[in-house]
């Protein structure tokens, strides 16, 4: 798998580079060891047949198998795997785990649903680095043009970045390097319609104004009112 995106949270991309040169080297290598195309392995079901046939693909890209892809190769490299924190509350017994850490570099690798990359960076992480775990953090997530060839629901790196543009860096956020990957052959059509002058996209400030829509709800959905009369509890 190629590198197309990098976003530099707090400063994550020059704090990494200059505290953990080797550990990046090794992030960077892993990644170019990902064989995208050997994780073509989810066969669509229901709803998403139609999007398989629309990208004209028969599989999809699945998660599972590139999680446990990057899990091998960072082992190998004597990553510490799947260290957790316990908490202990005995309200509700729980744990908080990060995908793998090594000398105070904590690396998360999210192809799951959008809200967890955002949660990852502003809240885990911080975490991590609160109870004495990590330093920093990369997170590792795909890039939109591999969507189409996902399960529904997945996140991406342009989305993660305007998330963390738009809430703003706060003092309890540590340094985050992002990266965004994609599959060689959408790297290598990324390059070729950039004229060939650059491999990798930092995405410039957002330029456009969100827009914020009030009052979208003018009428009860259907189907929310009747799972509210099958409670019993309300009748009109």
Known sequence: MKI??????????????RT??????????????IDAESCRLKSPKDKEIARARR?????????????????????????DLKPRINTHDPTRLGYREIDVVKEG??????????SFLTYDIIAKMVIFKNLGVIDAGVEICVMASMLPHMSSGIGAFEQVI?????????DIDIPVLVLGIESEEFAATRFKKSGGKQKQTSLPDIQYEPAVVMNRTQHLNPQMLAKVRETGKIVD
């Open 4 to 17: 197309s995106g990098i976003y530099s949270y707090k400063g994550g991309e020059k704090f990494i580079k």
């Open 20 to 33: 953990y040169p080797d550990l990046l080297t090794e992030i960077e290598k892993i990644i170019a060891s």
């Open 55 to 79: 990208a004209g693909i028969k599989r999809f890209f699945s998660p599972p198998h590139m999680n446990a892809l990057f899990d091998w190769h960072f082992y190998r490299q004597e990553w």
């Open 105 to 114: 570099l904590g690396v998360e690798l999210q192809f799951g649903k959008y």
């Open 162 to 170: 305007w998330d963390l543009q738009t809430r703003g860096v706060a």
